[in-house]
């Protein structure tokens, strides 16, 4: 048992977390306006097929990510416009994005690069690692503050700046004003469209982003459903974490941490690799029932 | 025109314009991609509708959307959104496989309505428990229901490639359930087959139960109208229940005729998202039983006309995949298509439909 559970998880349960609290940061500030925005899933995936390909072709990590949080936007303005304008149901819209996500991806991928399953080679150009050698002596340390990319320490400096937004601007407390009552806020004179689209845009430009870290974080490559549902966990730790900042990244941490742990039993024991693997979804239902009593809301109408 | 017409023709002029914008889009993916779009389109067309072999192979296809779409409707109409009809298809068609194999003494009469029932209790069950979720704990069903799909399926997964792996098989798959099990072949060598024909009979089944029937109309009221209803004396828990049951039992029953009709065998990963596909078409459909027939026969034509095009048009079935998802999205903007539909309507029928 000893070599199940040891440090080095510390920082692996950090680099399962980003893309999570990437994701629920941008859905916390969609949520606070009204919207659950189910098309996270889809919006991710877009976003990590078009970091591989924008990074591939021109050479470049950092283009690759604005590919990928710009066309997390352009998802975002599709459902905000249906949303806002065409009355469609939230729910509907996002369920259309994942599935349009996934055909998308499966369709290009087989007709430009010819492949099916997966996009690899050393020509995609992954996020550069901070390394800092000062500290590599010291395990836990070492752990948190080396070998990731800069975009997981930029995730904790974005949990700050949502909190600040939703608590201390006048944006973000208009923002909340609408998706609390809408109806007050219109008669306070507030254009509620225009703080539903500022929410879903932020939703999908933060999970592009979190697309674009799966996609270039770690392993430089892209493969089919690659996401595999962490939308959706993302949509739960909105929802467990009442709509927080705070909360998006306990519940990120958490997630992070039992796929740390998901990983580390895949490698070193018995226990089947389906059991594994089922341990985030199961653990979504469960943090649901327990934290989610009397919170959960269906916002569309 | 009567209004009975002119309502008709205006509650399809949505699917009818979101099918047509999807084909428009298609066709430019596939002049993106440098192919022809004239010899792509004709491929698809032919492959998925004309001739006997395509049309039963369309018709095979079609028979787990028809079921997954009458499955999304009947929660639809009550309410709740069942995300989840894909895991209790796999939950169905796995006990289905396992009760066909453990009974194989039985003669294909009792063997046959038993494994689909196993199927459908299992499904029902499935679908059972999220709802309880959210009635007591306020569970988003979105969400617990996606969840339990990638639970359901890394599940049946274990089970078909450890305990109850074929001995022989170079693949995860069980053992092939006994002939007398397997449901008739209606057009072979098209794998078609009787499941087709309980899916037209769910249709019917359904249609009535939704529209002829006091629990139909307990159903459509709570969709519609929550609050009022528990006033009026319909009681919410039960209904919305009810209603998940049921839906989990359709697709329970599609992924028993899955096994029983076309695969002979439980097969790992063997859907193709069957269950989202049912959300399209029961949109597509407008939530009506008859709709989703028509809708599942429509999507089953483009299915098997993918292959047909990928075939003969070297252009990836996937393709069928991106005219899913805009059809998906057109029919998620409901307010872009009043315009269009005022044309059709005079000044009584607007006022019924609001």
Known sequence: ?301 | MNNGLRLLISSLIPSVMAAAGAFLIALLFVVFVRQDPSVAFTALLNGGFVGTQNIANTLMKATPLILTGLAFTIASRAGVFNVGAEGQLYLGAFFSTITALSFSELPGLALIPISILVGAFVGAIWAVFPTYLKLRFNVNEIISTIMLNYVAILFTSYLVNHPFKAKDAQFPATEMIPDQAFLLRLLPPSRLNMGFLIAIALVILLWLLLFKTIWGYDFRHVGQAPYFSSYIGISLPKTMLSAMALSGAIAGIAGAIEVLGVHHRFLDNFSPGFGFTGIIVSLLGKANPIGDLVGGIFLGGLTQGALMMELNASIGRELVDVIKAVLFISLAAVEAYKPIIHLFSDRKVKAQDA
């Open chain 1, 1 to 301: 048992m000893p070599e199940i559970i040891n440090l080095s998880i510390i920082g692996v349960a950090i680099r399962m977390a980003t893309p999570l609290l990437l994701s629920s940061l941008g859905g916390v500030v969609a949520y606070r306006a009204g919207i659950l925005n189910v098309g996270m899933e889809g919006m991710m995936l877009a976003g990590a097929f078009s970091a591989v390909v924008f990074s591939m072709t021109f050479g470049s990590s950092t283009i690759g990510l604005i590919a990928a949080g710009l066309i997390g936007l352009l998802a975002a303005m599709l459902t905000g416009l249906i949303y806002n304008r065409y009355k469609g149901d939230v729910f509907v819209i996002g369920m259309a994005i994942n599935i349009g996500a996934l055909g998308l991806t499966n369709f290009l991928m087989r007709s430009i690069f010819g492949t099916v399953g997966a996009i690899s080679g050393s020509d995609i150009i992954g996020f550069p690692k901070i390394e800092i050698n000062a500290i590599k002596e010291f395990p836990v340390l070492r752990d948190v503050f080396t070998g990731n990319p800069i975009l997981v320490y930029a995730s904790w400096g974005l949990v700050l700046i949502t909190f600040v937004f939703l608590n201390h601007t006048r944006v973000g407390l208009n923002l909340r004003a609408v998706g609390e009552n809408p109806e007050a806020a219109a008669a306070a004179g507030l254009n509620n469209s225009w703080y539903r689209y500022l929410g879903i845009a932020l939703s999908g430009i933060s999970s592009g982003f979190a697309g674009a870290y799966l996609a270039l974080g770690q392993l430089s490559m892209f493969t089919e459903n690659m996401t595999a549902g962490r939308g959706f966990i993302a949509l739960a730790i909105i929802i467990f974490g009442r709509g927080t900042a705070e909360g998006a990244l306990l519940g990120s941490l958490l997630f992070g941490f039992a796929e740390a742990v998901a990983m580390q039993l895949q490698g070193a024991s018995t226990v089947p690799p389906q059991f594994v693997l089922m341990i985030p979804y199961v653990l979504t239902v469960v943090a649901l029932t327990i934290f989610g009593v009397g919170r959960s809301r269906r916002l569309s109408t």
